[in-house]
Structures are given as structure tokens and as C-alpha cells.
T-cell receptor, first 110, second 113 residues
């Protein structure tokens, strides 16, 4: 079993839809949970990070962590074609052991 | 503008040649990282440095070398010992101890034939 798993997609949704992107993980010691957005042939861009369990909202994006299920989610409301990218989750134990998921490719159709 | 620059964007080399990828940051970050990204795989850590003149191996350091002589610069050399060097290479930086808030450069696509 890989340490962090993501459905690779591609996930195609119509413009305006609510998107749910998910990651599961096996290491219960992970404390920080990050979401990055990566456009084709570009470097990843940090969207947000959360510490431990709970929700965090930033504009149209909401990150959710369920440590009991070892499951994290990123929700995108009112999705736009400009949201079309690969979304990478990442996790770390404090300042160590930083692991990325393989990414989910999202396509938002106009 | 503060940020991370990587050069060149595309690099082509013949097998058996060493090649050095540049990474510069003006964010005043102490920590810098090198990752490799292959299709369908997550980013894998090659080397990282928490402070000038110090660096540690990541998960896939074999065939790579780095130096950290200046805070702003963290060049990566892909040696001829790296068996599959063709990949997308990403450099990142962060405040020391805040690995959860890394900022990435635009990447270098290396093709070795």
C-alpha cells in the first residue's frame, strides 16, 4: 500500500459544479495536510494547508481532514475552466517526512 | 517580485554527460528542496538543505549531487550514474521548519537521450 493515494482521474465536470478531490493515507503520524494546484508543465502552487483535523476555507476552496478515517478532501465550489489542473495532496509529520500524492487531473468544461 | 527561478526551462543532454540545474530564490528562505516528478507519480524528494553549507539526502538521492554555498542558490547536478534522468525537476523553498508551506519554482524538463 502506498503511503498516500489519490484517484488519478481525469475528473471532468461542467462549469459551476462542486468538485470533491480526495486523498487517503496510511501514516497516522501525519499532522500537516496540504493541497497544491499544478498547471501543465508548471511548478505546483500551494492552495492551503491545515493542521490536524477539521476544516479550512479560502474563497471557493475548502479543505477537510478526517484523521480518524485517514482521509482528506478538497472541495471547489462554483468551479471554473481556470480550475482545470492537477491537484496534489501532501502530508508531513511536523517538519519531516514530507510525502506527495500522485495527483488528480481535473478538467472543468465550459 | 519575490520568487524562485529555475533555469533552463528545457534541457537536452546525451547519455553519459553530467548536467547542472539552477535554482535561485529571493524569498529569504533558509530551506530549499529538489524534487523529481514523473508521469503518474507524486513528487519524490531528491535532496534538501535546511541551511547554508548543509544538505541531506532525500528518498532518491542516488545519481544526484547538490551544493549550498549561498542561501539563495541550490544547484542540482544530475550525474551519469543516474539511471533514468529524464524527468521534470522542481526546486522549492520554505522557512526553516515549515516544510508544510513550500513554494515551488517553474521546473526544468530534462531529456537525456
Amino acid at each position: 500500500q502506498k503511503e498516500v493515494e489519490q484517484d488519478p482521474g481525469p475528473l471532468s465536470v461542467p462549469e459551476g459544479a462542486i468538485v470533491s478531490l480526495n486523498c487517503t493515507y496510511s501514516n497516522s503520524a501525519f499532522q500537516y495536510f496540504m493541497w497544491y494546484r499544478q498547471y501543465s508543465r508548471k511548478g505546483p502552487e500551494l492552495l492551503m494547508y491545515t493542521y490536524s483535523s477539521g476544516n479550512k476555507e479560502d474563497g471557493r476552496f475548502t479543505a477537510q481532514v478526517d484523521k480518524s478515517s485517514k482521509y482528506i478532501s478538497l472541495f471547489i465550489r462554483d468551479s471554473q475552466p481556470s480550475d482545470s489542473a492537477t491537484y496534489l495532496c501532501a502530508m508531513s509529520v511536523g517538519g519531516q517526512n514530507f510525502v506527495f500524492g500522485p495527483g488528480t487531473r481535473l478538467s472543468v468544461l465550459p | 517580485d519575490g520568487g524562485i527561478t529555475q533555469s533552463p526551462k528545457y534541457l537536452f543532454r546525451k547519455e553519459g554527460q553530467n548536467v547542472t540545474l539552477s535554482c535561485e530564490q529571493n524569498l529569504n528562505h533558509d530551506a530549499m528542496y529538489w524534487y523529481r516528478q514523473d508521469p503518474g507519480q507524486g513528487l519524490r524528494l531528491i535532496y534538501y538543505s535546511q541551511i547554508v553549507n548543509d544538505f541531506q539526502k532525500g528518498d532518491i538521492a542516488e545519481g544526484y549531487s547538490v551544493s549550498r554555498e549561498k542561501k539563495e542558490s541550490f544547484p542540482l547536478t544530475v550525474t551519469s550514474a543516474q539511471k533514468n534522468p529524464t524527468a521534470f525537476y522542481l526546486c522549492a523553498s520554505s522557512i526553516r521548519g515549515q516544510v508544510y508551506e513550500q513554494y515551488f519554482g517553474p521546473g526544468t524538463r530534462l531529456t537525456v537521450t
